[in-house]
């Protein structure tokens, strides 16, 4: 069976990915590795081990970058909360960082595509911070990396960190820059397919309705994702799923239809994290980005994983 490696900043929606990952059968997961975005990174490794227990998962997690490459980053608690679990897990305690791995997510990446070379699918969720870091260090990845699934980019939509930029890019632009410049086999699944996917409050409704604590703890933390997103964009009526939509791809590429691109990244000024065609020497030669999704699909598949994981 061919490996999967998920790298989240959970966050609310990734909390999603991480039971979407549990819930497919196709990948074997061999980790998760969490870095700043949502959250300070203390707060989205100690959300991700949180709710890898909760879901009854050993699955080991691994602590990234703390900042991006070169800007300070601040935390507004909207859509996310504070704790970046909709102020449900609040600050972090000593014990929550118990048995933290001496081995960062840059490390465990390229020691994981290493070890699986051709046969590693990466998903990225967050801030590419650590794709980046991994990438200096490890000339070789892309090499290594069979499929690299990057939720993030405004390709032919608004976007959402800015009127020009998705937060994901946006977070460490110059990051992003140097990934979707390299030579890596990336499809991007960005705000063009993912805000035509929603989750509202009947589907959380039914969460409810198991009667678990796993998913009392989901109707709670996608109730406040939902009301932040009536309170900024109460023209969707429901919440996006960015995350659990990249693990999708991953599973079942044909979920999307992805044309050839060749972007790059704006770095500074008003625009920073807008995705422009690239010049001669910009934009790396197999990116794909996601522009339409079989949405019934997808939500098929996504609620049948979730009613099946919070049991």
Known sequence: MEKLLLS????????????????????????????????????????????????????????GSGKPFYKTRTYNG??????????LLGEVRGADLNGLPSVNSAEFLIQSAQKYAGELTLVTTGPLTDLAVALERAPDLPGNLKNVVVMGGAVRCRGN????????IKADPHASK?????????????????????L??????????????????????????LSEYRRFYPELGGCALHDPLAVAVAVNPSLVETEPVCLEVVTEGEREGQLCPAGPRGGGPGNEAALRVNAEAFQKEFHRGMLAVLK
């Open 200 to 225: 509202k409050q009947e589907h959380i409704d039914r969460w409810r309705a198991l009667g678990t604590p796993k998913a009392e703890f989901f109707s709670r933390l996608l109730e406040f994702y």
């Open 8 to 63: 989240v900043d959970t966050g609310i929606d990734d909390a999603l990915a991480i039971a979407s990952l549990l819930a497919q059968n196709v990948f074997e997961p061999i980790g998760i590795t969490t870095s700043y975005g949502m959250a300070t990174r203390e707060k989205t490794y100690r959300n991700t081990r949180y709710i890898l227990d909760l879901l009854g998962s050993t699955l080991p997690v691994f602590m």
């Open 161 to 168: 960190s800015s009127p020009w930029a998705e937060a994901n």
């Open 178 to 198: 140097m990934v979707l410049s390299s030579s890596l086999p990336i499809v991007l699944v960005g705000l063009d397919v993912t805000r035509q996917v929603l």
């Open 78 to 87: 909207n859509f996310h909360g504070l704790d970046g679990a909709a102020n």
